[in-house]
Nanobody, 122 residues
C-alpha cells in the first residue's frame, strides 16, 4: 500500500506564493511518478504537474508553466509544488497522486492524498 500525506496550502492574495508538500510511504515502484492535480468547485479534477522519481521527466499543464515548480526529494520520497504568481483561478483543492507511469490522466494514478485547499483572493 501507499500513503500520501499532503501539507501546505491556505489563503493567499493574488500574486503571492504557496508551497505544497506531499510525503509518500509504501511500495517504491508505486510512487515512481508523483503528481499534483486540482479540483475547483463545480469543475472536474485536472492535472497540474508531475515528476518521475529523479526529476528528469517533468510535465506541467500550460496554465501553470513559468509559475509553478515541482520537485522531488529522493531521500525522503516527497514531492513539492512551489506556486508563485498565484491567480484567483488557481483556487482549488490540490491533490497529490502516485503512479508507476507518467500521465496527465487521473485514472492512471492509483493512490491519492486527502487534498489541501488553496484559496487565492483577488
Amino acid at each position: 500500500q501507499v500513503q500520501l500525506v499532503e501539507s501546505g496550502g491556505g489563503l493567499v492574495q493574488a500574486g503571492g506564493s504557496l508551497r505544497l508538500s506531499c510525503a509518500a510511504s509504501g511500495r517504491t515502484f508505486s510512487t515512481n511518478v508523483l503528481a499534483w492535480f486540482r479540483q475547483a468547485p463545480g469543475k472536474e479534477r485536472e492535472f497540474v504537474a508531475s515528476s518521475n522519481w529523479n526529476g528528469d521527466k517533468i510535465d506541467y499543464t500550460d496554465s501553470v508553466k513559468g509559475r509553478f515548480t515541482i520537485s522531488r526529494d529522493i531521500a525522503n520520497n516527497t514531492v513539492s509544488l512551489q506556486m508563485n504568481s498565484l491567480k484567483p483561478e488557481d483556487t482549488a483543492v490540490y491533490y497529490c497522486a502516485a503512479s508507476e507511469f507518467l500521465s496527465r490522466y487521473s485514472s492512471v494514478y492509483n493512490y491519492w492524498g486527502q487534498g489541501t485547499q488553496v484559496t487565492v483572493s483577488s
